[in-house]
Nanobody, 128 residues
Framework: LQIVESGGGLVQPGGSLRLSCALS????????IGWFRQAPGKEREGILC????????KSTDSVKGRFTIARNRAKNTVYLQMNSLKPEDTAVYYC??????????????????????WGQGTQVTVSF
């Protein structure tokens, strides 16, 4: 499985961005998907995830109500819609996939090895 992320960039506070996570070499339905971010000098943190079996999602309090995850099975792609962006959302954002994952994990202490495949990351900068 290969993962390619795109959609990062510079956005002003209060703005929106949509990140894409395109999977190739595997069917999206087989994978739990996690979105992570890593700010300079900080550990990588899981912020949202979606399970493979029922598509149920989880999100951290820091992004709840602002960020959502969505799947497009026809395009084998997962999206991270980010609204009401804040400067503290500035980070490199990563998409990761766990094979047959039915209990995805989020938060600052997710064992990164839980996810089998990782994208290369995309930079999101929120600033004037």
């Amino acid at each position: 499985l290969q993962i390619v992320e795109s959609g990062g960039g510079l956005v002003q506070p209060g703005g929106s961005l949509r990140l894409s996570c395109a999977l190739s070499g595997g069917t999206l339905d087989r994978y739990a998907i996690g979105w992570f971010r890593q700010a300079p000098g900080k550990e990588r943190e899981g912020i949202l995830c979606a399970n493979s079996n029922d598509g149920s999602t989880k999100s951290t309090d820091s992004v709840k109500g602002r960020f959502t995850i969505a799947r497009n099975r026809a395009k084998n792609t997962v999206y991270l819609q980010m609204n009401s962006l804040k400067p503290e959302d500035t980070a490199v954002y990563y998409c990761a996939a766990e094979t047959d994952g039915d209990e995805c994990l989020i938060g600052p202490r997710v064992p990164l090895v839980k996810y089998d495949y990782w994208g290369q990351g995309t930079q999101v900068t929120v600033s004037f």
